[in-house]
């Protein structure tokens, strides 16, 4: 799919990763507009997505998983979703007011799974991996 009917649709872009750190119990992945600026609402960086609780063998997660958990059993079972900036929970597509914002898409390599409860948060993520990241990768996308 086009990164244009991508960010039409809402639909979750996949994301691949590789060397994931020895001892590795799960993986988290933070996705955020990190330039974001808007006068109404200035919050920087802006949340696009959360994911936690990935499964150290998954080498990525594939277009459109947002919302759709359930249908991605087996090696994505156990995928939780943050609630986003938009304040819903999944992928929050990135509806940019104008080009070249940069979407930092951070993985965490943890030592645990991590239990936030009903409600994931990227503030709860960063709180509870405290002490626990074996390693980080970073790709930053200009949108």
Known sequence: MASDEIKLKHISPPVE??????GT??????????????PKDPI???VHWVVVNI??????????L?????E?????????????????????????PNHGHMLEFKLYALDEEVNLGNKVTKDKLLDA???HVLGEAVLIAIF
């Open 129 to 131: 991996i405290q002490g």
């Open 66 to 70: 947002s919302g759709k958990e359930e």
């Open 72 to 96: 991605h059993r087996g090696e994505c079972a156990g995928i939780k979703e943050g609630v986003n900036d938009f304040k819903v929970p999944g992928w929050g597509g990135a509806k940019l």
């Open 17 to 22: 990763w590789y060397n994931v750190p020895g």
């Open 44 to 46: 920087v960086p802006w």
């Open 55 to 64: 499964p150290p063998e998954v080498k990525g997660l594939p277009e459109g």
């Open 25 to 38: 119990k799960s993986l988290a992945l933070l996705v955020q507009d990190v330039d974001a600026t808007d």
